[in-house]
């Protein structure tokens, strides 16, 4: 299920687990619930988080809503019945700008990358042919910025895994045209650009020949190197070969989850930051914590061990039995965790929000479970003694940083 990729490239589960961690999220945001909002003790510091989310700009660097509603056919210029992501719980979160993915599976070849690119950037470009008032495609942090004082929602696109390129180079130049702002390297297998965190075969001990080639166009077009997926030596080469900042647009601490190469470790994260980067961190609970990681993985292995299944009764009360005992998912205060680590690594000036959202299915905080949760972030954030300044950082400011220095240093 390409939905939920991530978590099923690295740990090698099935939709099973989507079913268990979905009813452990009911199982939470239902206790959550017991608190009336009128006791509740921060109720002025919740206020303050929603002022912050719904005046200032608050950019998502990955949701890969394109993909989701390819294969679930909804609206998302209305509040949708699937998925994390549309503009009803968008303007709720405060949302106003997001990196618009176009993923690439690895199992496809040039040609069919190619044909699944123009899919979704038609899909992304329908919305402000339909809906002029509502959204906009940008293409520069200054239409971002301009759109957000219209009132307008940006849809900025980007791809997810450069297979599609193959050998010519002259490709990326057609990517720039359309309006990508981002290329992740790969995805979960190498290609002939790199070597993948998710593939155990290491083709190429980092970049390839190509992929060197790929980094320079990539530089001289003013498309951001995204380094998310990739493998460690993939990261530290690309970091010493670009002569611009890079992103990881959606990657978590390796130091809350060790071994797991997914995330990166303070080494590569402070290298990011030298390189003037930033680390837009992971929403995925099995990125935020290693005991979830874990128990989910253990209760799978005892439904297999039962031969039961996930959706029968016997399996649904294995489940929640286990739940009683075992933790299965974490919530903001995990997520807010690897932002502040990254602050305290890298500094406040290096590190966003790249949520995965539509990409990760219901493995994520139970209290930020779409895009109408983004104040629940700034919330805790305010909890721990960080200003205004420092959130609209975190929020839009340090990706637009970014940003607007690829596009400068584009064709030196």
Known sequence: MNNYRNTFNTFSVSHKVVVICGLINLIVMASSCKNSPG??????????????????LIIDSHIDWPEFILTNPEDISMQTSKGDFDLVRAKKGGLDAVLSVAYISSDFDAGKGRHMVDTMLKIIRHYPEAYPDKFAVSTTPGEV????????????????????????????????????????????????????????????????????EVIREMNRLGIIVDISHS??????????????????????????????????????????????????????????????????????????????????????????????????????RQLVDHIEHVIKVAGIDYVGLGSDFDGIGPLKPSDVADVSGYPVIVFELLKRGYSEDDIVKILSGNFLRVWEEVQKAAGS
């Open 145 to 212: 910025r301009s759109n957000f004082g219209k009132g307008l929602f940006s849809l900025i696109p980007c791809l997810e895994n450069g297979s599609p390129a193959g050998e010519d180079l002259q490709y990326l130049k057609y990517l720039k045209d359309q309006g990508i702002a981002y290329i992740t390297l790969c995805h979960n297998k190498a290609n002939l650009i790199c070597d993948s965190n998710f593939d155990p075969e290491r083709k190429w001990n980092g970049l390839s020949p190509l992929g060197s």
């Open 39 to 56: 006791k509740d003790p921060d109720i002025k510091l919740r206020q303050e988080a929603e002022r912050i989310c719904r005046t200032n």
């Open 231 to 332: 493998s460690d030596s993939t990261v530290l080469q690309a970091l010493r070969l670009s002569k611009a900042p890079v992103i990881a647009s959606h990657s978590s601490c390796r130091h809350f989850v060790p071994g797991f190469e997914r995330n990166l470790p303070d080494d590569l994260i402070r290298a990011i930051a030298e390189k003037k980067g930033v680390i837009m961190v992971n929403f995925c609970t099995q990125f935020l914590d290693s005991v979830c990681s874990k128990n989910t993985e253990e209760i799978q292995n005892l439904l297999e061990s039962g031969s039961l299944r996930y959706d029968s009764k016997e399996g649904n009360d294995l489940i929640m039995e286990y739940a009683k005992t075992h933790r299965l998912v974490c919530d903001s």
